[in-house]
């Protein structure tokens, strides 16, 4: 990717549950908003995670409300459902309340739920799925599916305990 291309980050919300006007009884379409945090390449690889963090941040914040909602819902309703550009779009997909860990098929509970794998479908390593997880102490957490070029692993685990390092009102647990 060239240093001045844009980069697109989308968070899907799910608004089902959560603006005025509800949704109708009987509903069962998407109630997806898409936030996009957008910013050119070079500025993510030159600044620390913490930058980018703050643009997802400000991007969700954005669609808290519900006249976003209903904008978002006029605006499909007047100019058609837009496409969804792929180059430099990057998706991570909150699964972790979803729940997966309490189904049981009648051989006992499940040991995961959630996607098998990340980087597979239309656009191989463009979605990262967040699942929930709990340890063999019964310690729930989450889990980041990343697919990354193997190149790009050490730097990424770099920049990660990096961030993780410096943030002291956290106490985590990570392997890496």
Do not use: H
């Not at 600044?47 to 519900?66: C, F, Q, T």
């Amino acid at each position: 990717m060239k240093p001045n291309s844009v980069t697109r980050f989308l968070i899907p919300v799910d608004t089902r549950f959560q603006y005025k006007p509800s949704l109708p009884k009987g509903y069962y379409g998407s109630a997806l908003l898409f936030p996009c945090a957008i910013s050119k390449a070079d500025e993510l690889v030159g600044k620390p995670i913490r930058y980018a963090v703050n643009l997802i941040s400000e991007a969700k914040r954005g669609v808290m409300g519900d006249e976003n909602r209903t904008s978002v819902i006029d605006f499909i309703e007047v100019n058609g459902r837009p496409g969804f550009y792929i180059d430099g779009t990057y998706v991570v997909s909150d699964m972790s309340r979803l729940r997966f860990d309490n189904i049981d098929f009648g051989s006992g509970p499940a040991l995961f739920g959630g996607v098998a794998r990340a980087g597979t479908g239309p656009a191989p390593g463009m979605l990262t799925p967040l699942v929930g997880y709990k340890d063999e102490e019964g310690v729930e957490g989450v889990l980041a599916l990343v697919s990354l070029p193997l190149e790009s692993v050490d730097r990424f685990r770099m920049e990660v305990r990096n961030e993780i390092d410096s943030t002291t009102w956290l106490k985590p647990r990570s392997a890496l």
